[in-house]
Nanobody
Framework: QVQLVESGGGSVQAGGSLRLSCAAS????????MGWYRQAPGKQRELVAT???????NYAESVKGRFTISSENAKTMVYLQVSSLKPEDTAVYYC??????????WGKGTLVAVSS
């Protein structure tokens, strides 16, 4: 049973930083892609950043230059360093992983709340 568990969310003031972590367990394969999505109140879930098994990264335009995705431990951990936070970054942040054969996995989310 594959599980993704996020941690590191919290409440910060605008301009602050956090480091989100996601621990993957239960897989016997390497994920094709891992990443982060977010969902703000009343809005659809949106992509924040992804990292492939070979280290290629992709970011939403709204977070480029402020957020950095990374992974380690044979891709069982994925991190999202979030900096220069804005109130519009307030959302539940979800860890995401895709298996080589196209099965998607999701964590339960961690809340990031940014006050002005």
């Amino acid at each position: 049973q594959v599980q993704l568990v996020e941690s590191g969310g919290g409440s910060v003031q605008a301009g602050g930083s956090l480091r989100l972590s996601c621990a993957a367990s239960g897989s016997i394969f390497s994920f094709k892609i891992m990443g982060w999505y977010r969902q703000a109140p009343g809005k659809q879930r949106e992509l924040v950043a992804t990292i492939s098994s070979v280290g290629s990264t992709n970011y939403a335009e709204s977070v480029k230059g402020r957020f950095t995705i990374s992974s380690e431990n044979a891709k069982t951990m994925v991190y999202l360093q979030v900096s220069s936070l804005k109130p519009e970054d307030t959302a539940v942040y979800y860890c995401y992983a895709a298996s080589p054969w196209g099965v998607d996995y999701w964590g339960k989310g961690t809340l990031v709340a940014v006050s002005s």
